[in-house]
């Protein structure tokens, strides 16, 4: 194979990837503000970072519009301790009333079960909009290949 069929395949490649990446984005209805209805997950792994991921999906809902957002939070490792009730932050945040906010609105919560066993969350203390999930890691990927956007705050 020469250099210049090489080039062209790697551009094909590179292509076809950034094609796949738009995949579905032509459909989507118009939102407030000049966006497009969106779907996101973010991913919660840090207890000290509840309350900005927190506040950064209300502001996405505040500025999309809560029927063009399909959202859902998964919360693992030291992050799985937001949707803990009672727990706080290292600033004192408390998260209840943030997330029963937040899932009136539509977002879905979801915990992942490694993160319950290892941490020794007991279930009565989850935050009843939580579900729980086999994995957080494979959750995102997973909402990832449905076409979700990634957001890590």
Request: proline share 3%.
């Amino acid at each position: 194979m020469t250099i210049k069929n090489t080039l062209m395949l790697a551009a094909a490649g590179v292509l076809a990837v950034s094609l796949a990446g738009c995949a579905g984005t032509a459909d989507r209805a118009p939102a407030k503000n000049g966006y497009k209805a969106q779907k996101v997950v973010y991913h919660m792994n840090d207890l000290n970072w509840g309350y900005r991921g927190l506040r950064n999906m209300k502001n996405h809902l505040n500025a999309l519009g809560d029927k063009n957002l399909k959202a859902v939070m998964v919360f693992h490792s030291s992050g799985g301790f937001i949707v803990v009730d009672g727990k706080k932050d290292k600033k004192g945040h408390k998260f209840g009333d943030q997330i029963q906010e937040l899932a009136n609105r539509g977002v879905k919560f979801a915990l992942c079960a490694n993160t319950v066993r290892g941490k020794k969350i007991p279930k009565d203390k989850i935050n009843l909009n939580a579900e729980i999930v086999p994995s957080g890691v494979a959750e995102v990927a997973e909402l990832q290949f449905k076409g979700y956007v990634y957001v890590k705050p």
